[in-house]
């Protein structure tokens, strides 16, 4: 059976998509596909799955998870949390962040691709070391 790499998973709209190991390309793989219990897949899991002609193209069947979906927050522990006097100055400073960000947008105007890239990487550091 091939296997492959998890692209990307939506679970709200039922699909994604694997890269094969093999040269396959991009396959698709929907929800119903799923082995029971696994409700959906994470980005760079890997996967085993047979692969069918579908009318859009190679569709994955029986798909079967190689190894657990990669956490964020994997070997954190409790006690490498931030003081929570430390998160509150974080929190409003990204509170501020985003009200500049809102402002810009409520002018019809999206932030230039480097500053939404740096709104986007406070954003995800701020969200693992509230998930900590």
Do not use: C, N, W
């Amino acid at each position: 059976m091939p296997t492959g790499k998890v692209k990307f998973f939506d679970a709200e709209k039922g699909f994604g998509f694997v890269s094969g190991d093999a040269g396959e390309g991009d396959v698709f793989v929907p929800a119903s596909a799923l082995p029971e219990g696994v409700p959906s897949l994470k980005g760079g899991q890997r996967i085993e799955f047979s692969i069918a002609e579908g009318r859009r193209g190679a569709q994955a069947l029986s798909v079967r998870v190689l190894d657990p979906a990669p956490s964020v927050t994997e070997g954190r522990r409790v006690r490498d949390r931030k003081p929570a006097d430390e998160m509150v100055v974080i929190v409003e400073d990204v509170i501020k962040l985003l009200d500049s960000v809102s402002e810009s947008l409520r002018r019809g105007h999206y932030p230039d691709k480097g500053h939404g890239a740096k709104v986007a990487q406070v954003l995800r550091a701020v969200a693992g070391d509230l998930e900590a």
